[in-house]
């Protein structure tokens, strides 16, 4: 059976599939553009008699189709319920292979998994996510949560990236390389999380045997991950009633309490586990487990390509990656469980979580006291990891000596994600946030951060200066006087100099020259609209509704600085030479765009009004270098944000 083309569908910034789609999504580090790929899937993936591999590589890891003859319910999940259970069965056997639950964990004990979630409730918080991305509506998660896992680990999920607390003060002091840190993390409680991930790990490695097993006796591919976490993320849900109902089926009672989703940032045909335990609100600081666990239930259903290596191959519109002929299941485990979404499981389905109060089958009333903790184990792909960012910003500052179209291109990609996607991400969470986790482990990580974000911003300022001291060397060298002063000589030298260096780069390539400017140049203006959307983002009303410590923090950020690069000064700021806002950025690109032309043509008069020798408003007498003018607002980050909201006003004023 053939199945349809499938147009395509619509992802968030962090790659996770939702149920929704946006019009516009717009990534700090691109150009605002609406991407759209398209694809179209295989016919039926089962493989022909007698062969040992499916037909193709598109078609080898696509899960089995659920048997067409077989009894399902009607605008209903698929549960192990009369009279349904024997499709249930064959539906984990064949379209949800993968998906396996352990009824019982035997360590940590229940108990205890449940007292270290409960002394652990500082770092529980709703956090603000943006799911379609930068310059679209931003919305308050529903659940509370916290991340636990190796040091430097960030799980970045609908737009938000959570930096995790380490499992351990142990593993804290080992990775900062001390041993006299004065640590405050609730060590015994996250080492209790670690423990329970090992037992996971565990059990995982022997569930992939029992899969690889399966796929072997048919002749499909072997399994592919490994039982590795390092990292948790812990969410705490409460059956209220406000909450959305599933948007699928929408059926009364039945509610969800995150949306359809396949996770994302993991290392690809990595195993996700998931422990959860059920409490009563009113007993629970004597640590009772909810006798109702059938009011809560994990949803699942079969959309191809949701994650993984092929995820390109989806589009836009993911009712039409969803596989209709597959009805989705639901499963109601009992508290102390675990469930596994083992191998590639991840790339093909989604999940969600339901809690179902008056239903159809009779099932216990949903109150308002149930509490539901999931503590779901991931392996996260490598850029997810701090240190990994770090790496990446001391081998580019190494080759700081080093010039060229390439280079300078891949040094403003880098100052854009690391402000965009590390820094920006860290502050917006707010002061409680900063506390808490500098406490334990993430002031040294920031504070590189931050000094790297300085060096770069210098770099950036040194590369504007060489190109345009080249324009005017170029442009002014047929008109140039003798030097009459020493500073007007070493000025003339600098742009000789400069000069020198773009015709050497003119030597790698056929317009090499005007590339290296124009590509400078929407790069800044890429950064000012990335810029833009941030404040845009930390003025969101949703924030306005939230506590004074989980309202954004400003950027400890000081434009048009004259202090050394890299200097991190006693109030923790970090200086730039650049003018900070959106504006000032797309001047220096006008600029640029100006300077290029007068290189190109070599005419004085092409150069930006102020820097011909003839102007009588001359910005550099001796051509030292490419100046902006001051910022009489302030320099600092929340003025920035501040001075780019009433410039907006005024541009929509005008026109």
């Given at each position: 059976m053939?199945?349809?083309r499938?147009?395509?569908e619509?992802?968030?910034?962090?790659?996770?599939?939702?149920?929704?789609?946006?019009?516009?999504?717009?990534?700090?580090?691109?150009?605002?553009a609406?991407?759209?790929?398209?694809?179209?899937t295989s016919?039926?993936h089962?493989?022909?008699?007698?062969?040992r591999?499916?037909?193709?590589?598109?078609?080898?890891?696509?899960?089995?189709?659920?048997?067409?003859?077989?009894?399902r319910?009607?605008?209903?999940f698929?549960r192990d319920?009369?009279?349904?259970?024997?499709?249930?069965?064959?539906?984990?056997?064949?379209?949800?292979e993968?998906?396996?639950v352990?009824?019982?964990?035997?360590?940590?004990?229940?108990?205890?998994?449940?007292g270290?979630?409960?002394?652990?409730?500082?770092?529980?918080?709703?956090?603000?996510?943006?799911?379609?991305?930068?310059?679209?509506?931003?919305?308050?998660?529903?659940?509370t949560?916290?991340?636990?896992?190796?040091?430097?680990?960030t799980?970045?999920?609908?737009?938000l990236r959570m930096?995790?607390?380490?499992?351990?003060?142990?593993?804290?002091?080992?990775?900062?390389?001390?041993?006299?840190?004065?640590?405050v993390?609730?060590?015994?409680?996250?080492?209790?999380?670690?423990?329970?991930?090992?037992?996971?790990?565990?059990?995982?490695v022997?569930?992939?045997?029992?899969?690889n097993?399966?796929?072997?006796k048919?002749?499909?591919?072997?399994?592919?991950?490994?039982?590795?976490?390092?990292?948790?993320?812990?969410?705490?849900?409460?059956?209220?009633?406000?909450?959305?109902?599933?948007?699928?089926?929408?059926?009364p009672?039945?509610k969800?309490?995150?949306?359809?989703?396949?996770?994302?940032?993991?290392?690809?045909?990595?195993?996700?586990?998931?422990?959860?335990?059920?409490?009563?609100?009113?007993?629970?600081?004597?640590?009772?487990?909810?006798?109702?666990?059938h009011?809560w239930?994990?949803?699942?259903?079969v959309?191809?390509?949701?994650?993984?290596?092929?995820?390109?191959?989806?589009?836009?519109?993911?009712?039409s990656?969803?596989?209709?002929?597959?009805?989705?299941?639901?499963?109601?485990?009992?508290?102390?469980?675990?469930?596994?979404?083992?191998?590639?499981?991840?790339h093909?389905?989604?999940?969600?979580?339901?809690?179902?109060?008056?239903?159809?089958?009779?099932k216990?009333?949903?109150?308002?006291?149930?509490?539901?903790?999931s503590?779901?184990?991931?392996?996260?792909?490598?850029?997810?990891?701090?240190h990994?960012m770090?790496?990446?910003?001391q081998?580019?500052?190494?080759?700081?000596?080093?010039?060229g179209?390439?280079?300078?291109?891949?040094?403003?990609?880098?100052?854009?994600?690391?402000?965009?996607?590390?820094?920006?991400?860290?502050?917006?969470q707010?002061?409680?946030?900063y506390?808490?986790?500098?406490?334990?482990?993430?002031?040294?990580?920031?504070s590189?951060?931050?000094?790297?974000?300085?060096q770069?911003?210098?770099?950036?300022?040194?590369?504007?200066?060489?190109?345009?001291?080249?324009?005017?060397?170029?442009?002014t060298?047929?008109?140039a006087?003798p030097?009459?002063?020493?500073?007007?000589?070493?000025a003339?030298?600098?742009?000789?100099?400069?000069?020198?260096?773009?015709?050497?780069?003119?030597?790698?390539?056929p317009?090499?020259?005007?590339?290296?400017?124009?590509?400078?140049?929407?790069?800044?203006?890429?950064?000012?609209t990335?810029?833009?959307?941030?404040?845009?983002?930390?003025?969101?009303?949703?924030?306005s509704?939230?506590?004074?410590?989980?309202?954004?923090?400003?950027?400890?950020?000081?434009?048009?600085?004259?202090?050394?690069?890299g200097?991190?000064?006693a109030d923790?700021?970090?200086?730039?030479?650049?003018?900070g806002?959106?504006?000032?950025?797309?001047k220096?690109?006008?600029d640029?765009?100006?300077?290029?032309?007068?290189?190109?043509?070599?005419?004085?008069?092409d150069?930006?009004?102020?820097?011909?020798?003839?102007?009588?408003?001359?910005?550099?007498p001796?051509?030292?270098?490419?100046t902006?003018?001051k910022d009489?607002?302030?320099?600092g980050?929340?003025?920035?944000?501040?001075?780019?909201?009433?410039q907006?006003k005024?541009?929509?004023k005008?026109?």
């Open positions: 053939k199945r349809k499938r147009p395509s619509k992802r968030d910034d962090a790659g996770a599939s939702l149920h929704k789609s946006s019009s516009s999504v717009v990534r700090p580090h691109q150009k605002i609406n991407l759209s790929r398209t694809t179209s016919s039926s089962k493989p022909k008699s007698g062969h591999h499916y037909r193709s590589n598109e078609d080898e890891h696509l899960p089995l189709p659920f048997p067409s003859h077989l009894p319910p009607h605008n209903d698929l319920e009369s009279p349904y259970q024997d499709s249930y069965q064959q539906a984990l056997k064949t379209a949800y993968g998906f396996v352990d009824e019982s964990i035997a360590e940590p004990d229940e108990s205890d998994i449940q270290s979630l409960l002394q652990m409730s500082q770092y529980f918080r709703r956090d603000v996510t943006q799911p379609f991305g930068l310059g679209t509506k931003c919305a308050k998660t529903y659940v949560r916290c991340v636990v896992g190796d040091c430097g680990t799980y970045k999920y609908l737009g930096f995790s607390v380490p499992w351990s003060a142990n593993d804290t002091m080992e990775a900062k390389g001390n041993t006299a840190a004065s640590l993390c609730p060590s015994t409680d996250c080492q209790t999380i670690w423990r329970l991930g090992q037992t996971l790990a565990n059990r995982t022997n569930h992939l045997q029992d899969l097993r399966q796929r072997q048919r002749g499909a591919p072997p399994t592919r991950g490994r039982g590795k976490f390092d990292i948790c993320l812990i969410n705490r849900m409460e059956a209220r009633p406000d909450l959305k109902d599933e948007p699928s089926l929408q059926k009672g039945m969800t309490l995150v949306s359809w989703h396949a996770d994302s940032s993991l290392e690809h045909y990595s195993t996700i586990a998931v422990y959860q335990t059920l409490l009563q609100q009113h007993q629970q600081q004597s640590l009772s487990v909810n006798p109702g666990n009011q239930y994990v949803a699942l259903r959309a191809h390509h949701s994650e993984g290596p092929e995820a390109s191959k989806r589009g836009t519109d993911i009712a990656a969803i596989v209709q002929e597959t009805p989705p299941i639901a499963a109601s485990l009992p508290s102390g469980s675990a469930y596994y979404l083992l191998d590639d499981f991840n093909h389905h989604q999940h969600t979580v339901l809690s179902v109060g008056n239903h159809s089958c009779n216990p009333t949903m109150t308002a006291t149930s509490i539901r903790y503590c779901t184990f991931r392996l996260l792909r490598e850029s997810h990891n701090v990994h770090l790496r990446r910003c081998t580019t500052i190494s080759n700081f000596h080093k010039k179209a390439k280079l300078w291109r891949a040094e403003q990609l880098l100052l854009t994600e690391l402000e965009s996607e590390w820094i920006h991400q860290f502050f917006i707010g002061s409680q946030h506390n808490l986790l500098c406490k334990c482990y993430w002031k040294e990580p920031l590189r951060l931050l000094q790297y974000w300085s770069l911003e210098h770099r950036t300022k040194q590369t504007i200066d060489i190109l345009c001291l080249a324009a005017i060397g170029k442009a060298r047929s008109s006087l030097p009459s002063d020493k500073a007007t000589r070493k003339r030298d600098r742009q000789k100099k400069a000069l020198m260096t773009l015709e050497d780069i003119s030597k790698r390539g317009n090499a020259t005007e590339s290296v400017y124009e590509s400078l140049a929407g790069l800044l203006e890429e950064r000012a990335m810029r833009e959307l941030w404040c845009k983002r930390e003025q969101d009303p949703v924030f509704g939230m506590k004074k410590g989980c309202q954004p923090m400003p950027i400890p950020f000081d434009f048009e600085s004259s202090e050394r690069e200097t991190l000064m923790g700021r970090v200086p730039s030479p650049l003018i806002t959106s504006d000032g950025l797309r220096v690109a006008m640029l765009r100006t300077f290029a032309k007068a290189y190109a043509s070599g005419l004085e008069r150069l930006p009004v102020g820097y011909q020798t003839n102007s009588p408003n001359v910005k550099q001796n051509g030292a270098e490419y902006v003018s009489s607002s302030g320099s980050w929340r003025q920035v944000c501040t001075k780019s909201k009433s907006k005024k541009r929509r005008r026109y």
